[in-house]
């Protein structure tokens, strides 16, 4: 979007309308991780701001994600409460598909935050690597189930802490 076409909607506190919306997105919790917003996930895949209409794109993080609906009537609340918004839409789109390399480094550390341990960086080290436990960092830790609160999450323990923690499925 070119700077002239946000220039006239700025708000009280001198944002464009662009700008705006950004921001009010990183209030957009996930509904599985409230640490997490669908900015920090990665979910965010493009939006257009034009004459007060918002079109958010985004991109679900699981195909058969349950918190979908959720998800967009969070988004379309919070972006209604945007002064200069008069209309939102919100869309999934499936291509490019989202991956765990899409959390970003403040996402990563809030998940760690929370307890649960982020997927690696780097997918092709995924297979090898064990995680490791976010409350005291030890990469001595062991699957104990592969099927975890979600469909997205396992469960581990750690065998130096000894607390059992989640981690985030590599995708």
């Not at 001198?14 to 990665?42: K, M, N, T, Y």
Request: glycine share 6%.
């Amino acid at each position: 979007m070119s700077r002239t076409e946000t220039e006239p909607n700025l708000g009280p506190d001198g944002q464009d309308l662009r700008s705006r919306v950004e921001q009010a997105l990183l209030d957009v919790q996930d509904p599985e991780i409230p640490a997490l917003s669908i900015v920090d996930l990665g979910m965010v895949n493009s939006m257009r701001c034009e004459n007060g209409r918002v079109t958010v794109s985004l991109t679900p993080t699981f195909l058969g994600c349950p918190a979908l609906a959720i998800i967009q009537h969070q988004v379309e609340r919070r972006l209604r409460q945007v002064e200069g918004i008069h209309s939102v839409e919100v869309e999934f789109v499936f291509t490019p598909p989202w991956t765990t390399e899409r959390i970003s480094p403040v996402g990563r550390e809030k998940l760690r935050e929370f307890g649960i341990a982020p997927p690696p960086c780097v997918l092709a080290s995924a297979q090898l690597a064990k995680p490791a436990c976010p409350y005291c960092g030890s990469e001595e830790t062991r699957l104990e189930n592969l099927f975890g609160p979600t469909a997205c999450r396992s469960l581990y323990y750690c065998e130096h802490c000894r607390q059992p923690f989640e981690a985030m499925k590599p995708v």
